[in-house]
Nanobody, 120 residues
Framework: QVQLVESGGGLVQAGDSLRLSCAASGRTSSSSVMGWFRQAPGKEREFVSRIRWGDGSTSYADSVKGRFTISRDNANNMVYLQMNSLKPEDTAVYYC?????????????WGQGTQVTVSS
């Protein structure tokens, strides 16, 4: 099992920045990819970004490319999401997730989420 705990959410104004953190614990060696997802009120959960523990390769949703940066700290089992130039449409609950296989589309472990609210 892998436990994930997000932190760093809050209320900011449009154009501001926030950094989300995700602390992974437990059998972290069983996870190969870490991802960030978000869910806005009344909408489905959507992919934001992901990073591989091993080679650090990353991927982003088109809506956040150029504004968000995902990074990892392997030594401390931490993953971060630096969010710049925030927009009101970025308002959502942000979830950290982990999956065991780089080839799978299924994320096996999820955190409880952290709220990000961007005011205009």
């Amino acid at each position: 099992q892998v436990q994930l705990v997000e932190s760093g959410g809050g209320l900011v104004q449009a154009g501001d920045s926030l950094r989300l953190s995700c602390a992974a614990s437990g059998r972290t060696s069983s996870s190969s990819v870490m991802g960030w997802f978000r869910q806005a009120p009344g909408k489905e959960r959507e992919f934001v970004s992901r990073i591989r523990w091993g080679d650090g390769s990353t991927s982003y949703a088109d809506s956040v490319k150029g504004r968000f940066t995902i990074s990892r700290d392997n030594a401390n089992n931490m993953v971060y999401l630096q969010m710049n130039s925030l927009k009101p449409e970025d308002t959502a609950v942000y979830y950290c997730a982990a999956k065991r296989s780089v080839y799978s589309t299924t994320y096996n472990y999820w955190g409880q989420g952290t709220q990000v609210t961007v005011s205009s």
